[in-house]
Every structure is written in C-alpha cells, then in structure tokens.
C-alpha cells in the first residue's frame, strides 16, 4: 500500500483563486517533507522542503508568498498554490524519507493542478 | 551545470536487448545515489540504491564512480514492461535529505 498519501490527484480551478494539496506519511513519521514540480518533458524539481514545526525553506526562484507550505504534524504537509495562474498548471508531487543517510524516498501520487 | 545530467533519449529497443544509461552530477558532496523509475503521469518509484562497489538486482546493474561524479544502469534481457522514464537521483546535500532528479531518459522496448 501508500507509504505516502497526496491529496487531490487532480484539481482543475479558475486563474486567481488558491488551491490546497494534502501529503500524508501514513506509516512513518517525517520531520522533513519535500515539494516538487514537474512540467511536461521535465524532470521534478525541488520547490522546497518542508520542515514540521518551522518555515519551510525554499528553493532559489519559488516564491515563498505563492506557494505556502505548512508542515504542522510529523505526518501532514500542505502545500498552497495562491492566486494560482495558467503558468503554475503542473504536476506536483510530495515525498517523505525516513531517517537515515540511504533511505529510500517514497512519493505520493502526485497532484495534476490545470488552472484555467 | 545542472546538478544531475543524464543521456539525453528516447532509447527505442527490441525486447532482448542490453541498453545503459549514463548520468553524471555536479555536487562532489553528494552521498546518496538512486535509480527511480516514472512511468506516464505517474509518481517515481524506487528502482534501485547505486553503491560505491556496484551493486546489481536481476537484469538491472547499478555502478558508481565517484572519482568522475558519474552513475550508470545497465538493463540486460529488456522486457516490454521495462518502457518507462528511468531517472538519475542524487542528494543534494551533506544531510542527504532532498533529492535532486536529473531530466530523465526514457525507454520504450518494442517487440
């Protein structure tokens, strides 16, 4: 079964509104979460990582203020597209690692968000 | 430099055959090194850990060479189910928390 658990798979919400995405670690508990972004043709790349209990840290070129992310349990993290606009259309995707230097990362299932 | 490059595809092979993928990375401090593999609209799943000595799980070989930043994954005996997007994955830290993905390659085996 999920290790990691993401929320919805696909939204679809019209230019200027806010968009929620849920990540679950279902059986394990993560102090770090990471939020990735994968347009067509391209390869994930990192948005920012999730810290329970602290600000996130972001990435050099993502928009802390748009992309809101709230870490507030050891088994949640949200990520919140505000004023979403045709260009943040993509895939997003979660990931959660258990401790450890080799761990393997587990992903959710990825968010498909189409703002029209 | 990106921080993770890979061969650049698609790689079209027939089932049977042996194909290698190449990948090289930029941070000498990375620690951790993986091989996931995307199939179509979905999530990347775990294919394999790559090890300093290489390592090798059924028809799939993982190497490492530190020395030269570089990582390889050789699929023997390629089967139709083997057709996906295979991703070169590094940490992009001395934490080794995030992942940092190179672009992908993808392969389709034909019959």
């Known amino acids: 079964g999920a290790v990691v658990s993401q929320h919805p798979s696909r939204v679809i919400c019209k230019s200027g509104t806010s968009v929620k995405i849920e990540c679950r670690s279902l059986?394990?508990?993560?102090?770090?979460m990471f939020w990735y972004r994968q347009f067509p043709k391209q390869s994930l790349m990192l948005m920012a990582t999730?810290?329970?209990?602290?600000?996130?840290?972001?990435e050099q070129g993502v928009e802390k203020d748009k992309f809101l992310i709230n870490h507030a349990s050891l088994t949640l993290s949200t990520l919140t597209v505000t004023s979403a606009h045709p260009e943040d259309s993509s895939f997003y995707i979660c990931?959660?690692?258990?401790?450890?230097?080799?761990?393997?990362?587990?992903f959710g299932q990825g968010t498909r968000l189409t703002v029209v | 430099r990106k921080e993770v490059e890979q061969d650049p595809g698609p790689f079209n092979v027939p089932e049977g055959a042996t194909v290698a993928f190449n990948c090289t990375y930029s941070n000498s401090a990375s620690q951790s090194f993986f091989w996931y593999r995307q199939d179509c609209r979905k999530e990347p799943k775990l294919l394999m850990s790559?090890?300093?000595s290489g390592n090798e799980d059924g028809r799939f070989t993982a190497q490492l060479n530190r020395a030269s930043q570089y990582i390889s994954l050789l699929i023997r005996d390629s089967k139709l189910s083997d057709s996906a997007t295979y991703l070169c994955v590094v940490t992009s830290n001395q934490a080794g928390t995030a992942l940092i993905f190179g672009k992908g390659t993808t392969l389709s085996v034909s019959s």
């Open positions: 990931s959660a690692r258990r401790e450890g230097v080799n761990t393997e990362a587990f």
């Open positions: 059986d394990f508990q993560a102090t770090t």
């Open positions: 999730s810290n329970e209990g602290s600000k996130a840290t972001y």
């Open positions: 790559v090890y300093s």
